[in-house]
């Protein structure tokens, strides 16, 4: 066990577990369902933080309030909060939405990942790398990287309904 | 209206495509994926250019993507790129049209990200994440002796272009600049630093005479650089007997989103561009604008989603005159595209 955690302590939020409401038109086949700012919450909520067994959500890393969705021009912008200012993990945290979103969404949207601003002391840095895309895909050709990304999106796919605490 | 107008379209690479490069005198192409493959295609017929067949592919040379491929002025042999941070050469064996991996050159400490060849065919150029530029001499058998190991860019550098005609060396970076290199008495240096850029420089090219290059940036922004000697008439201030780049045009408000290649034609002059937003962007000069130092270049056609809605990686103009309105893309769809332009 690890006793070097970046944040050994971090404080855990009450996961408000909201839930999409279904409507009527949800379930008529001829009604277009735009993707919205809640399915890519849920998409990203339950990955898991690398250093906790806890989920983003759970450590208010991403936030509901903190995603943009505009399907006119197919672009997403997500803003993440990372739990400590120099948190050296906000760089794989970022990549873990980035490959959790490449996975999961329509390929023609455009996708902007960024810390929150005043949030991490090398938010500049972070967010450079983040949405350099030649990066992320010699990043995503290691394989070692690349099990430790699998292994925070293995409980993704819970999209904050089964938050255990 | 001037128009690119779709010639054909090439698949087969399995992942997306980073980069084209045309043969210096064949009508064909080279280009490279992050499916670790080269393929060459070719025109079926001589005079249809409609369709086009994949003649060739390159593998198993490398282990991770293919980020760069470059002909050598000859057009005998190829150089490919690697993020397995090796670079390859090519040869054609004319006895049984094969390609063959005759050398791989080693050094890099990680992803390579471009490669050029000299305008003599004497030198390569190699850039890398680790921030190094390496230059390479040409030897006879396949030999290739490091002559210098350029390390002052701060950042990834992402591209290498050879002036058309001198052994000057342009180096593109994620530190945000430029650097012009230069040799004196086998010493490589840098001669020059080209500030401007907002955010990484993606890639450059120069123009037929090499008295000014263009660079396209994340910023969204292209820039036209032109080459100040010492004394200059203008008045532009040199340092230590080099001449001075300075910017002479800015390009802005045309692309949304990071802007990953440029070309600009040996030809005709004209400047491509293409982009994260999906769309390829033509620039010609005005001639209306008669300062040399301060010209002006309309932005006379746009295609959008020229891959869908993917982001374009790389565009070339056909380098000679031979079919000179001629343009291939290659995008993150995998697909490669060759475009004619249309005047009127």
């Known amino acids: 066990m690890s006793q070097n955690l970046i944040n050994a302590n971090p404080t855990i939020y009450n996961t408000k577990t909201f839930v999409r409401k279904e409507t009527e038109a949800e379930f008529d086949d001829d009604v277009e369902d735009a993707i919205d700012s809640q399915e890519v919450f849920d998409l990203i909520r339950s990955i898991s933080d690398p250093e906790h067994p806890l989920t983003l959500e759970q450590l208010n890393v991403t936030q509901f309030d903190h995603i943009v969705v505009d399907n006119e021009i197919n672009k997403i912008l997500i803003e993440f909060t990372p739990?400590?200012?120099?948190?050296?993990?906000?760089?794989?945290?970022?990549?873990?939405?980035?490959?959790?979103?490449?996975?999961?969404?329509?390929?023609?949207?455009?996708?902007?990942?960024?810390v929150r601003k005043g949030t991490h002391q090398s938010e500049g840095a972070v967010n450079k790398q983040l949405n350099d895309k030649e990066r992320v895909a010699a990043a995503l050709e290691n394989n070692h990287l690349l099990e430790v990304v699998n292994q925070c999106l293995a409980t993704a796919s819970l999209r904050g309904v089964e938050v255990s605490n | 209206m001037p128009h690119l107008e779709l010639l054909a379209t090439l698949e087969g690479h399995q992942d997306r495509v980073w980069q084209a490069s045309w043969h210096p005198t064949k009508t064909l192409l080279a280009t490279c994926s992050g499916d670790k493959t080269v393929?060459?295609?070719?025109?079926?017929?001589?005079?249809?250019?409609?369709?086009?067949?994949?003649?060739?592919?390159?593998?198993?040379?490398?282990?991770?993507?293919?980020?760069?491929?470059?002909?050598?002025?000859?057009?005998?042999?190829?150089?490919?790129?690697?993020?397995?941070?090796?670079?390859?050469?090519?040869?054609?064996?004319?006895r049984d049209n094969d390609w063959e991996?005759?050398?791989?050159?080693?050094?890099?400490?990680?992803?390579?990200?471009?490669?050029?060849?000299?305008?003599?065919?004497?030198l390569l150029a190699t850039c890398s994440r680790d921030k190094s530029v390496w230059i390479w001499e040409v030897e006879s058998d396949n030999d290739f002796e490091c002559l210098s190991v350029l390390q002052e860019h701060?950042?990834?550098?992402?591209?290498?272009?050879?002036?058309?005609?001198?052994?000057?060396?342009?180096?593109?970076?994620?530190?945000?600049?430029?650097?012009?290199?230069k040799e004196d008495d086998d010493d490589w240096y840098c001669a020059d630093t080209l500030e401007g850029h907002t955010s990484t420089v993606w890639s450059l090219d120069f123009d037929a005479e090499g008295e000014q290059l263009v660079s396209a940036s994340d910023d969204k922004t292209l820039r036209i650089w032109k080459m100040y000697k010492p004394d200059n008439e203008q008045g532009v201030i040199t340092h230590n007997g080099e001449p001075t780049w300075k910017t002479i045009c800015t390009l802005s408000g045309y692309h949304d989103r990071c802007i990953y290649s440029v070309s600009?034609?040996?030809?005709?002059?004209?400047?491509?561009?293409?982009?994260?937003?999906?769309?390829?962007?033509?620039?010609?000069?005005?001639?209306?604008?008669?300062?040399?130092?301060?010209?002006?270049?309309?932005?006379?056609?746009?295609?959008?989603?020229?891959?869908?809605?993917?982001?374009?990686?790389?565009?070339?103009?056909?380098?000679?005159?031979?079919?000179?309105?001629?343009?291939?893309?290659?995008?993150?769809?995998?697909?490669?595209?060759?475009?004619?332009?249309?005047?009127?």
């Open chain 2, 101 to 122: 991996c005759v050398a791989t050159l080693e050094g890099h400490e990680n992803e390579i990200k471009s490669v050029s060849w000299s305008s003599t065919g004497a």
């Open chain 2, 154 to 181: 701060t950042q990834d550098v992402k591209m290498v272009a050879w002036h058309p005609k001198l052994e000057i060396l342009a180096s593109a970076s994620y530190d945000d600049t430029i650097k012009i290199w």
């Open chain 2, 264 to 344: 600009w034609s040996k030809v005709n002059g004209c400047i491509a561009s293409v982009s994260g937003d999906n769309s390829i962007r033509i620039f010609e000069k005005d001639s209306d604008t008669t300062d040399p130092d301060s010209p002006n270049y309309k932005n006379t056609s746009t295609t959008k989603d020229a891959h869908g809605v993917y982001d374009i990686n790389g565009v070339s103009w056909y380098p000679n005159e031979t079919h000179g309105d001629w343009l291939s893309t290659v995008g993150d769809d995998g697909l490669v595209r060759i475009w004619r332009w249309v005047k009127d």
């Open chain 2, 39 to 94: 393929r060459l295609w070719k025109p079926a017929t001589h005079n249809n250019f409609t369709e086009w067949h994949c003649v060739e592919t390159l593998e198993g040379a490398h282990k991770r993507t293919i980020r760069s491929v470059a002909w050598s002025p000859t057009g005998n042999e190829l150089a490919t790129a690697s993020f397995d941070a090796t670079t390859g050469i090519w040869e054609n064996d004319p």
């Open chain 1, 83 to 114: 739990t400590i200012p120099h948190c050296s993990m906000a760089t794989l945290i970022g990549l873990c939405i980035r490959v959790r979103l490449l996975r999961s969404l329509p390929d023609r949207f455009k996708v902007d990942i960024r």
